[in-house]
């Protein structure tokens, strides 16, 4: 690993713990089964990656085993907050198996996981990314691509997806669920929450078209991410960069940076 951040969270835990976050990994594998223009496609996009990892030593699957060892060694929890495929290749649905496999991880998607190529240039948006994201969940049945959680310790750790920049009925439904429990909550989603929305605008998504109820709901779980002080911290990736900001709360929204530049966070929760 090029470097190990390191973030204390003193939230009330029964037992003190560790978390190994980790994000955006950028696989960038093909195999026989993709197209062609995907095989070309990926091959340019792993040079841009050795190059905006500063010609790391080790390859994006390299780091993602090292962090699965590391997480194992520590005893930390291994938490995934997406974009570990660069778009959804069959070779890289079989890297990232070949992987994980067999190790225990909480995870939630990037947009990146349901991409095939530029989607400015898709006719059908909406048929592309629901599609897609159907092929995703077939793909990893072991991961709720929707929201997931673990309590440990006294401490509910959430995965909630927002990778199409927008949180769905269903991730806000089972968020009030354990919000309800009382416990101190530490959130895990993709993308950050620089201003008072996600990438998107007040009521425009850029992936796909929304309803006003969608709109309705996604800032309903935003408004209670950034005011609730039981969410203490809210930990992302998307950005490829090392980014702390305040919360209305008062809690922390932190990125982390790509894994394929062998970067990767270790919190410990006391
Ligand atoms: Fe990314």
């Not at 030593?57 to 930390?76: Q, T």
């Not at 998607?109 to 095939?116: A, I, R, S, T, V």
């Not at 408004?223 to 919360?247: C, M, W």
């Not at 982390?256 to 966070?265: E, S």
Request: proline share 4%.
């Amino acid at each position: 690993m090029q470097k190990v951040i390191h973030t204390v969270l003193n939230v009330g835990a029964e037992k003190p713990f560790k978390i190994l976050h980790i994000t955006d990994v950028h696989l960038t594998f093909t195999n026989e089964k993709d197209s062609e223009d995907h095989i070309a496609l990926e091959k340019r996009r792993w040079d841009t990656f050795r190059k905006e990892g500063n010609f790391p030593p080790m390859s994006p699957s390299e780091y993602f085993e090292e962090a699965i060892r590391m997480a194992e060694e520590l005893d930390a929890l291994l938490v995934v907050t997406g974009d570990v495929m660069d778009i959804q290749t069959q070779g890289n649905i079989e890297e990232f198996h070949r992987i994980a496999d067999g190790h225990d991880m909480m995870f939630t998607p990037g947009g990146h996981e349901m991409q095939k190529r530029c989607h400015r240039t898709l006719e059908e948006p909406d048929a592309y990314w629901i599609g897609s994201r159907e092929k995703l969940k077939a793909a990893f049945p072991e991961f709720d691509m929707d929201f997931s959680n673990r309590i440990v310790n006294g401490v509910n750790l959430i995965c909630a997806d927002n990778s199409l920049d927008y949180y769905n009925a269903e991730t806000l439904r089972r968020f009030k669920e354990e919000q309800a429990k009382g416990l101190p909550i530490i959130l895990f989603s993709h993308d950050p929450m620089r201003t008072g929305h996600l990438n998107c605008k007040e009521s425009w998504c850029e992936y796909i078209t929304l309803t006003e109820e969608d709109f309705k709901l996604s800032h309903e779980m935003i408004g209670l991410i950034r005011n609730d002080p039981k969410v203490v911290a809210y930990f992302t990736g998307h950005s490829h960069a090392e980014i702390e900001q305040k919360l209305e709360s008062g809690s922390i929204c932190y990125e982390t940076p790509g894994l394929y530049a062998g970067i990767c966070r270790l919190i410990e929760v006391r």
